[in-house]
């Protein structure tokens, strides 16, 4: 980091002098504000020659990017709304990004937004293709958070699991403490979600713990919050109770009201891979604010889902429910029993 140094009195005196001993006239002709001074005309025409689509490609691009966003901005509840509505948005952004793709095929944005739409269509193969041309035009190293860890999702949704934790590793690191990390945060999720799944899930928490900030700047980040319950989960799947609890009580008593809105937020705004692990994650979301009826549905579905890896785990949960519904009703049939009259 570059450190600032004061200076001295004598040589801020000696500025000053010179300052003073400066001509009249140059003090009366001020210089124009950066903005005002126009750049040389042969690099216009040069830009002109190189990329003779830049600008109308640039405005393909932000209005891609907008209908997406419009259609993410539906998605921040428990449940999916206006699937339609949001696909059309999708399908927009997908036909604007693949037009300026054909206007500049090398133009790493258009790139980025046409994988972005594909994705969100389920077209998987043409998403990983643009993706992978931007980070040859880049470098795997200089391709960004964003490129790589939805690089990783997807090659990790194609069940590629080595080549999608190569990508994702390249997401590695600290969460920031001010927020605007959720593509890191959702990088380092499915980067522990392939760990586990090939059985390393001391990898996976080594993951998630090194990228928890140690301290918060007075409130918990988003991303955060997120990556702390994901590492509850992998704790609870690991039938580390304690542990998971530890983590789900931090959270409770940092957040305070804003536990339950937060985490349904982050909840709803993450692709998780297996798409089952989102009932996973309400769940236990729902068995933490004691709301055991919800819980026991989610852990339902997510047992039902085609036999997912933790199936045991989710049905130990339901039993659990089970048991502590049948204490609970124990004293309300002892006192609504008839009493027998002893003569």
Not at 26 to 43: D, F, G, L, Q
Not at 127 to 148: C, F, M, N, S, Y
Not at 323 to 343: F, M, V, Y
């Amino acid at each position: 980091m570059r450190r600032w140094r004061t200076h001295s009195p004598a040589l801020a005196a000696a500025a000053a002098a010179a300052l003073a001993a400066a001509p009249a006239d140059t003090a009366a002709k001020p210089r124009p504000p950066p903005s005002a001074v126009r750049a040389p005309a042969r690099e216009t025409l040069w830009s002109r020659i190189t990329d003779p689509h830049g600008d109308e490609v640039r405005l393909l691009v932000m209005k891609a990017e907008t209908a997406m966003q419009r259609a993410d901005d539906a998605r921040t509840g428990e449940e999916d709304w206006a699937v339609e509505q949001r696909a059309r948005f999708y399908r927009d952004a997908y036909n604007i990004a693949a037009y300026a793709r054909t206007l500049a095929p090398e133009n790493v944005a258009a790139l980025a937004a046409f994988a972005r739409a594909a994705e969100e269509l389920g077209r998987t193969a043409e998403a990983i293709a643009a993706l992978e041309r931007h980070a040859q035009l880049t470098g795997p190293d200089r391709a960004g958070v964003k490129v790589v860890a939805r690089l990783g999702g997807l090659y990790l949704r194609a069940g590629d699991a080595e080549r999608a934790i190569r990508w994702l590793r390249l997401a590695e690191g600290p969460l920031s403490l001010i927020g605007n990390d959720l593509d890191r945060a959702h990088a380092l999720i499915h980067l522990a979600t392939a760990l586990a799944g090939r059985g390393d899930i001391a990898g996976a928490i080594h993951t998630l713990v090194n990228a928890l900030p140690e301290r918060a700047l007075g409130h918990a980040s988003h991303e955060a919050t997120l990556v702390g319950f994901a590492l509850a989960v992998l704790y609870d799947r690991d039938e580390q109770r304690a542990a998971a609890f530890e983590v789900l009580d931090r959270m409770q008593a940092a957040l305070g009201a804003q536990y339950q809105p937060q985490l349904q937020l982050e909840i709803a705004r993450m692709a998780f891979v297996p798409p089952e692990d989102l009932h996973y994650y309400r769940a236990l979301l729902y068995e933490t604010l004691s709301r055991y009826v919800e819980a026991r549905a989610e852990w339902a579905l997510y047992a039902a889902a085609g036999g997912p890896p933790y199936r045991r785990r989710a049905l130990d949960h339901i039993a659990a429910i089970d048991a502590q519904r049948r204490e609970a009703a124990k004293p309300l049939q002892e006192s609504s029993a008839p009493r027998r009259i002893h003569r």
